[in-house]
């Protein structure tokens, strides 16, 4: 069974651009979600999507970052304009049940300069 | 403000030696608690569980053990391996519909020296 999958996994952008990334979850995992770690900081939660529809995006530090999920499938998350306090590893997990026991990919290096 | 801590950053134990890893909350609400190991440039992968009704569960070379009333967690590992090297995170959920989501501690890194 293929993992969570993530690209770039590594991605340095100037302040104010955009960047989005994305993730694969495992092949039949309506649960996906998303989390970031800033530098020496915990793993924070950003959101949670059951098959494309957003259950809970409390997380999601302000309105420039945007997450997707087309058909339930793949998902995107953008930040648009970046900011330096954007720069972090992005995680992102799935799972068949609605519970604690998901995938995490090996993330996502974003580096905002 | 942090509800799960971990106030080592890191440890360092010999190889054979048990290696304990503490963590600390503080929401009278979390009810799972997990421990999950990283390795560099990984994703964090799950490593044992506990449930808020037991005080203690065991996976070969880990065991968790929680008290409740300390609101205090720690994860055994022994004999510790090299292999064990990598950054720990223990992680708490909350009951009911919010179980999905987790609140990690800053994590601690264990060297395992042969």
């Known amino acids: 069974e293929a993992g969570v999958t993530q690209f770039p996994s590594h991605s340095v952008i100037e302040k104010g651009q955009t960047v989005t990334l994305r993730c694969d979850p495992i092949?039949?995992?309506?649960?996906l979600y998303w989390y970031r770690r800033v530098m020496g900081k915990e793993i924070k939660f950003l959101l949670h999507?059951?098959?494309?529809?957003?259950?809970?995006e409390s997380g999601m530090p302000n309105n420039r970052f945007l997450a997707e999920r087309t058909g339930g499938t793949y998902s995107t998350l953008k930040v648009q304009p970046a900011e330096l306090e954007d720069s972090g590893v992005y995680f992102c997990?799935?799972?068949?049940?609605?519970?604690?026991?998901?995938?995490f990919g090996s993330g996502t290096r974003l580096t905002v300069v | 403000d942090q509800q799960v801590k971990q106030n080592s950053p890191s440890l360092s134990v010999q190889e054979g030696r048990i290696s304990i890893l503490n963590c600390d909350y503080t929401?009278?609400?979390?009810?799972?608690f997990l421990w999950y190991k990283k390795y560099p440039a990984e994703g964090p992968t799950f490593l044992i569980s506990?449930?808020?009704?037991?005080d203690k569960n065991e996976d070969g070379r880990f065991t968790v053990f929680l008290n409740k009333s300390a609101k205090h967690l720690s994860l055994h590992i022994v004999p510790s391996q090299p292999g064990d090297s990598a950054v720990y995170f223990c992680?708490?959920?909350?009951?009911?519909?919010?179980?999905?989501?987790?609140?990690f501690g800053k994590g601690t890194l264990l060297t395992v020296n042969p």
């Open positions: 997990a799935s799972s068949a049940q609605v519970n604690y026991g998901y995938t």
């Open positions: 092949s039949g995992h309506d649960n």
């Open positions: 999507f059951v098959k494309e529809s957003k259950q809970d």
């Open positions: 929401n009278s609400m979390f009810d799972y």
């Open positions: 506990i449930s808020s009704i037991k």
């Open positions: 992680a708490a959920s909350g009951r009911g519909g919010s179980n999905y989501k987790l609140t």
